[in-house]
Nanobody, 114 residues
Framework: QVQLVESGGGLVQAGGSLRLSCAAS??????MGWYRQAPGKERELVAT???????DYADFVKGRFTIYRDIAKNTVYLQMNSLQPEEAGVYYC??????????WGQGGQVTGAA
């Protein structure tokens, strides 16, 4: 059974940092990525990492966010720096295997501090 378990969301001040984690089980992930969904908006791609390739980022996070994997732990991380209040929302991880099996994490809430 495929399962993605996220952790690390929370409250962030403008300019602050958070690190999200997503531990995968039951899947040998070829592709892993992070997406986010702000209130009232569609889910959008933030960053992806594919086995054997360099990570890729949406333009609006380049230079601030870093996606990386721990292969041994089958875990993907998203280090987010210089966060802005408008980047609050639910952050989802996604994983897909070579055979096309895929799943989404439960979502981690990132909330901008008032």
């Amino acid at each position: 059974q495929v399962q993605l378990v996220e952790s690390g969301g929370g409250l962030v001040q403008a300019g602050g940092s958070l690190r999200l984690s997503c531990a995968a089980s039951g899947i040998s992930s070829r592709f892993m990525g992070w997406y986010r969904q702000a209130p009232g908006k569609e889910r959008e791609l933030v960053a992806t990492v594919i086995s054997g390739y360099a990570p890729d980022y949406a333009d609006f996070v380049k230079g601030r966010f870093t996606i990386y994997r721990d292969i041994a732990k089958n875990t993907v991380y998203l280090q987010m720096n210089s966060l802005q209040p408008e980047e609050a929302g639910v952050y989802y991880c996604y994983a897909e295997s070579v055979r096309g099996v895929d799943d989404w994490g439960q979502g981690g809430q990132v909330t901008g501090a008032a």
